[in-house]
């Protein structure tokens, strides 16, 4: 922020949990600071949701999943939110987890084959040069 800027800002009207009032700059047109303003409340949970799907334990529990699988988890992702929000059943959830397994255990049928192939290649090798 410049000088001028700096000079035009008004500080938050709003009180800490502390006590003690906001030091935080009050957004313009607004007597808050984002933290405070009231009418940015939802922009400010959807905020918080969205970082909590960026948490390391996220990240990490992601980055383990094959990648051919991470569209699947998220459908499910968003099928526990419609449940949640109301804008799908219990039942139709559990109908789109149970085509989730079935994907996941045809995915995994064909990397054990696939794996099962690499591993007789690999052993025809070595029988051909016995």
């Keep these: 922020m410049t ?3 700096r000079s035009e800002a008004k500080p938050c009207i709003a009180t800490r949990q502390d006590g003690q009032p906001c030091r935080s700059f009050a957004l313009p ?3 808050y600071c984002y933290t405070h ?3 940015r409340a939802a922009e400010r949970i959807e905020a918080r949701r969205r970082g909590g799907q960026h948490t390391s334990k996220a990240h990490r529990f992601r980055a383990l999943l094959p990648p051919r699988l991470v569209p699947v988890f998220e459908r499910l992702e968003q099928a526990m ?3 949640e ?3 799908i059943s219990p039942s139709q ?3 789109l987890a149970a085509l989730a397994r079935a994907m996941v255990a045809v995915l995994e049928s064909s990397e054990l084959a696939e794996r099962l192939k690499e591993i007789e290649t690999m052993l025809e090798g070595r029988d051909g040069r016995a």
């Design 93 to 95: 959830a559990q109908a």
């Design 37 to 39: 303003d009231p009418a």
């Design 81 to 83: 939110e419609s449940v």
């Design 3 to 5: 000088e001028a800027g």
């Design 85 to 87: 929000q109301g804008s």
């Design 29 to 31: 047109g607004s007597a």
